[in-house]
């Protein structure tokens, strides 16, 4: 009897046991469910999971979470906002186009390190230091008149090992058909000599990870700052020195976006992604420094707006009809467009500056100042960061003889004139700043979170039955789910770089 009792008894807790196990896998296999139907809603939901069971098909319409940067850019007449639309939406495509035509992708310069101030130390440790080395018939031919035999390579060493990414180095001792040979009054190098001057391929150089630093690098940037336009202390009444300090800190915010965005993640694979971290150190840390992106992207952008007469009437002549036509037609949109014009009609006013008695003085300061920055570009010690360097204060160079020689009384007599070098170099850093902007638009709001390493909040479901319910849950998420974005690409980026993933 007693027997019999224990082994029923047994039995029912082996049925109990097994109705457990088996209402455990029911639930487990729901949960399942019930989240993989949540993460196809929203994929990066995984902390907290919100079940939508509006008619699926229907989409809401949430506010847009708010920006981090807001409100008017220190020093100039637009909003952060109107900038990062008009960028996104016009801008930036029209600009990514038009650096790809011929026209703007043949970049003449003196690669050769003459550093007037040390002697050239090569720190640079990778071969993407190097610029590359390309056939003579990639090169249009108008840009081939005159050249110098003696100086046309042959040797097509490419950094990438890739035949078409290469660059012309003849050296061109002609001006360019409607194009004038001028002087920039505001750069080191003397544009109307072609002595020791190669053409280069912008689009096979692209301005990226190289690897860089250390001493050499940590010199140039220290000398630029120090020596040529110090930190401005706050209340600083000559805007003119503010003008140059941050001109030369948002290049150089842009400089790290790029190396951020373009970034060598494993040397032994050549394996290229994003770098969040150093992007969020170098630059989106320091809202100083991308208000100085967002100056320097405004203050360009002015001067092309600026000169829109000189650069719709000058050619642009390779030979090619049919990309030069387009080359042409992307300028005018650019100098002339309708949206651009209503939503930030002058992005800079440059006529406060110069304005007082000691004008004339700080002007003439200032650009020995300018000019001194660019003989450092000679001591870059780092091929490709010393072509993209060169190219870019030629750029920032040419803004300022736009906007402070044109109107300018005293040379009234003088027609206003510009290189097609200095075209070239304005609209290409253009392009560069447009990118970073963009770069920073999309990317800072989540980025940023990677230095507040918080645990994520434990798993919850919640039911949503319609849209209002829905927008207001998916904005208290949101920093949550910018957080978790974050750390997910944080830990692939580690993983990839110490090698686990390739
Ligand atoms: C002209 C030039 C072009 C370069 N181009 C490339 C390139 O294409 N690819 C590449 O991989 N490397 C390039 N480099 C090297 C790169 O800029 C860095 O110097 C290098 O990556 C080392 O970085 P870092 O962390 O020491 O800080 P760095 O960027 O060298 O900064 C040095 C110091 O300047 C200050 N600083 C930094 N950013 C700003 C800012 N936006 N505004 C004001 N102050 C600031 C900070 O005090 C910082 O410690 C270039 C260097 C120069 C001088």
New binding site residues.
């Given amino acids: 009897m007693v027997e019999k009792d224990i082994t029923e008894k047994e039995k029912e807790n082996e049925r109990k046991s097994i109705n457990d196990i088996k209402k455990w896998v029911i639930v487990g296999a729901m949960i399942t469910v019930l989240m993989a139907s949540a993460m196809t809603y929203d994929r990066r939901a995984s902390s907290s999971i919100t079940l939508f069971f509006k008619d699926q098909n229907s989409s809401c319409h949430c506010p847009k979470v708010s920006q981090k940067y807001t409100g008017i850019i220190e020093d100039c007449c637009c909003d952060f906002e109107t900038v990062d639309s008009i960028n996104g939406e016009v801008l930036h495509p029209l600009l990514k186009e038009l650096v790809t035509t011929p026209f703007f992708r043949y970049f003449k310069v003196k690669l050769g390190c003459h550093c007037p101030f040390w002697p050239e130390d090569g720190m640079c440790r990778l071969r993407d230091c190097s610029v590359c080395e390309c056939p003579e018939n990639e090169f249009p031919e108008p840009f081939k008149k005159n050249f110098h035999p003696a100086l046309l390579s042959t040797d097509f060493m490419c950094q990438e090992g890739k035949s078409q990414a290469s660059v012309d180095r003849t050296v061109d001792n002609g001006a360019f058909r409607g194009w004038v040979e001028t002087d920039n009054p505001w750069t080191n190098d003397d544009e109307t000599d072609n002595d020791d001057m190669t053409y280069v391929n912008l689009q096979i150089n692209p301005?990226?990870?190289?690897?860089?630093?250390g001493p050499s690098?940590?010199r140039?940037?220290d000398a630029v700052?120090t020596e040529n336009c110090p930190k401005y202390p706050a209340g600083e009444i000559f805007q003119e020195k503010k003008v140059l300090y941050k001109l030369i800190?948002g290049l150089?915010?842009s400089?790290?976006i790029?190396?951020g965005a373009e970034y060598l993640l494993h040397e032994v694979t050549n394996q290229w992604g994003e770098n969040p971290e150093l992007m969020n150190d170098?630059?989106l840390r320091y809202p100083d420094?991308v208000q100085?992106l967002y100056f320097t992207f405004l203050f360009v952008l002015r001067s092309v707006m600026k000169a829109a007469n000189y650069l719709e009437h000058a050619e642009y002549n390779t030979d090619n009809n049919k990309e030069d036509m387009k080359s042409h037609s992307l300028v005018k949109q650019l100098v002339h467009n309708s949206k651009l014009q209503a939503a930030c009609p002058l992005p800079f006013d440059e006529a406060k500056l110069w304005q007082g008695q000691s004008g004339p003085e700080l002007k003439q300061t200032i650009q020995m100042q300018f000019k001194n920055i660019s003989s450092l570009?000679d001591c870059?010690g780092?091929e490709?960061?010393r072509l993209?360097?060169k190219l870019q204060i030629l750029g920032l160079g040419t803004a300022l003889k736009i906007l402070f020689s044109v109107d300018d009384k005293s040379n009234r007599s003088e027609p206003f004139q510009l290189h097609r070098n200095e075209v070239i170099a304005l609209l290409n850093l253009l392009n560069r700043l447009s990118e970073s902007v963009k770069l920073v638009h999309e990317k800072a709001d989540m980025i940023e979170n990677i230095v507040h390493t918080v645990e994520p909040a434990s798993t919850k479901i919640t039911i949503v039955n319609d849209c209002q319910e829905l927008c207001q849950m998916v904005l208290a998420d949101y920093e949550t789910r910018k957080f978790l974005d974050v750390t997910l690409q944080l830990q692939m980026f580690r993983r990839r770089r110490e090698g686990y993933i390739i």
């Fill in positions: 301005e990226r990870y190289t690897g860089y630093s690098a940590r140039i940037w700052y800190s150089h915010s400089i790290s790029h190396i170098r630059v420094r100085n570009m870059v780092c490709k960061c993209w360097g």
